[in-house]
C-alpha cells in the first residue's frame, strides 16, 4: 500500500496515518515531486517542498516520490532516492521558503517519515504503464499500474 512506505511505526504521525488509512479504505496515493540538486537538501532537511500552487489530489497520509530532475542529476545517480508521506499544505506567509531554499515559493508541502530509498529508481525504467513523467510541471501523480509495479518491486 502506497501510503504505508515511509511511516515510522510508533510515531504520533503513524497513528494518525493508520486512522487515515482505515477511514479511505485502504486507498492510499502516490505522487512524485520534482526538485533539481541546488534544492533537494532543504527538502530532505526539512521533509518539505514549495510550490507555486497547491496539488488539488493530496490527501492525507499520500506517498510523496522526491524525484532530482533528470538535468541536475550526477552521472549514475537515480531519479527517485527520498519518499516521505504527505501531512499537509499551507501558504507560506512568513518566508519560510525564502529561508529554506533562499527563494520565494506562494505554498509548502509538509511530509513525514521522511526517508532515504534503500533501492533508488528512475520511474521511466520500472513503469508498467504507457505514462510520460517527463512532461507536467513539478508534480505528477503515479499510474496505478505504476504504483503496484513501485510497491511489488520492492523500491519502497
Not at 486507498?27 to 526539512?46: E, S, W
Not at 505528477?140 to 513501485?150: F, G, N, S
Request: glycine residues 10%; positive net charge; aromatic residues 8%.
Amino acid at each position: 500500500m502506497a501510503g504505508k512506505a515511509c511511516h515510522v511505526a510508533g510515531s504520533a504521525t503513524q497513528v494518525g496515518l493508520t486512522q487515515a488509512l482505515a477511514l479511505r479504505g485502504s486507498i492510499m496515493g502516490m505522487v512524485i515531486f520534482k526538485t533539481d540538486a541546488g534544492t533537494l537538501p532543504g527538502v530532505v532537511a526539512h521533509s518539505k517542498h514549495a510550490l507555486d500552487k497547491v496539488p488539488t489530489r493530496l490527501a492525507y497520509g499520500d506517498t510523496i516520490l522526491i524525484a532530482q530532475t533528470i538535468q541536475s542529476l550526477l552521472p549514475g545517480q537515480r531519479q527517485i532516492r527520498y519518499c516521505m508521506t504527505f501531512v499537509r499544505s499551507y501558504r507560506d506567509t512568513v518566508g519560510e521558503s525564502d529561508k529554506i531554499w533562499g527563494q520565494h515559493w506562494e505554498f509548502i508541502v509538509e511530509g513525514a517519515n521522511l526517508k532515504e530509498l534503500s533501492r533508488p529508481f528512475n520511474i521511466a525504467s520500472i513503469r508498467s504503464s504507457s505514462k510520460n513523467y517527463g512532461q507536467g510541471g513539478p508534480v505528477v501523480y503515479v499510474h496505478p499500474l505504476d504504483e503496484k509495479a513501485i510497491e511489488s518491486g520492492g523500491y519502497l
